[in-house]
């Protein structure tokens, strides 16, 4: 069965650069999902887009924007990266009110 | 608000039981409950929608009770692939959004 897929699988930038993140969601999933979970930390909800359109937002820093595409695809861009941004990025897709099914994830590390 | 697991940690011998339990101070629409092992992805186990069903998930099985807002994974024979942490997710849904927030995580080991 299809699965969340995540790229890149690891990214390393400087501070100061920018980074971008991208999920492809499972097939026919109508809901996106980002989280950000640093080390020892809880996965913590950034944003979510239900039918490309935004539909929650978390805490997710003025520095970083999210969409979703026409193929449902979605990137997380981030700039201006902190060190504090090194954490582990997942993307999670669902049917609205159904489980969610969470990518490998992207390890960033911000150096 | 982030919803409240306990306990925070607990170390299991190969067979023995667990129950974690998580509470919420908000009305919510259902309870998940995903394992994550270090450095992956957390892995769905089970949903619980309101109205106090209760699942089962091979030895795993959970409750929910929509009263008290507090939902409870019981793990009975524990195995070493148990280990990892654990986490609720609790949902609340506004029209066609749906938002989900983590617990703080129980961390499960099981020994031999």
């Known amino acids: 069965a299809a699965g969340v897929i995540q790229s890149p699988r690891h990214l390393i930038k400087e501070k100061r650069e920018t980074a971008t993140l991208k999920c492809y969601p499972i097939?026919?999933?109508?809901?996106v999902y980002w989280y950000q979970q640093g080390p020892g930390q809880d996965p913590q909800f950034l944003i979510s887009?239900?039918?490309?359109?935004?539909?929650d937002k978390g805490s997710i820093p003025d520095r970083f924007s999210a969409q979703q595409f026409s193929d449902y695809h979605s990137e997380l861009n981030m700039s201006s990266l902190e060190l504090g941004d090194s954490a582990l990025y997942f993307c999670?897709?669902?049917?609205?009110?159904?489980?969610?099914?969470f990518g490998p994830g992207t390890r960033l590390t911000v150096t | 608000q982030q919803p409240v697991q306990s306990p925070q940690a607990v170390i299991l011998r190969e067979g023995e039981d667990a129950v974690i339990n998580c509470s919420s101070s908000?009305?919510?629409?259902?309870v998940h409950w995903y394992r994550q092992k270090h450095g992956e992805a957390p892995v769905f186990l089970m949903i619980?929608?309101?109205?106090?069903e209760q699942k089962g998930h091979e030895k795993i099985s959970a409750s929910f009770n929509e009263k008290k807002q507090q939902s409870s994974l019981y793990l009975t024979a524990s195995q070493l692939s148990y280990s990892g942490t654990y986490f609720c997710?609790?949902?609340?849904?506004?029209?066609?959004?749906?938002?989900?927030?983590f617990g703080t995580g129980t961390r499960l080991q099981v020994t031999l």
């Open positions: 999670a897709s669902t049917v609205v009110g159904h489980e969610q099914y």
């Open positions: 097939p026919r999933h109508d809901t």
């Open positions: 887009f239900y039918e490309k359109m935004q539909s």
């Open positions: 908000k009305a919510l629409y259902s």
């Open positions: 619980l929608l309101k109205g106090g």
């Open positions: 997710g609790t949902e609340v849904r506004t029209g066609t959004a749906s938002k989900l927030t």
